[in-house]
């Protein structure tokens, strides 16, 4: 199983970025390769809550479910994938003083098994780092931005 983890800061309050993120509207504005992101039952955001979604990657278009398996208020969503791409990615939401805040983003991730799987743990421990950076990368974006602020940091 690989693991990956960067944190950011973000010029944005804790409260601000969480509802940014748990907003499922804009996730196809965030997450790298999203297209779509419905709801696909009675909650719209929260413990519980599933969506389907469509994804996006070059010529591969496969359609995942999504289901948030952590949930704690201005602290952290964690996204379970099922489907033909597997794995977690969580979004921690911490304070850090004057307006700012941390967003620590994670994923886990199965590689596929046997010979082939082998092979090509490399590439795919690549391509999932890619995305995770993009991810980070366009949501603190976007959380400014709907903040209106225009910081800029890595903190790890």
């Known amino acids: ?84 791409l597997s794995g977690t990615l969580t979004l921690r939401f911490d304070p850090l003083g004057y307006g700012r805040s941390v967003l620590t983003s994670e994923a886990d991730y199965t590689a596929p098994s046997g010979i082939l799987g082998k092979l090509c743990a490399g590439l795919l421990d690549s391509a999932v780092r890619r995305a995770l950076r993009r991810t980070e990368s366009r949501l603190r974006r976007e959380i400014e931005e709907f903040h209106g602020t225009d910081l800029v940091g890595r903190i790890a």
């Open 1 to 84: 199983m690989g693991h990956i983890k960067y944190a950011s800061d973000v010029g944005a309050p804790v409260e601000v970025a969480f509802n940014y993120t748990d907003n499922h509207l804009f996730v196809p504005d965030w997450a790298y390769g999203v297209a779509t992101f419905e709801p696909e039952g009675e909650l719209e955001h929260g413990l519980g809550a599933v969506y389907g979604t469509a994804v996006r990657l070059a010529l591969w278009h496969p359609r995942i479910t999504c289901e948030i398996t952590e949930y704690r208020r201005n602290v952290v969503i964690g996204y379970t994938l099922r489907g033909r």
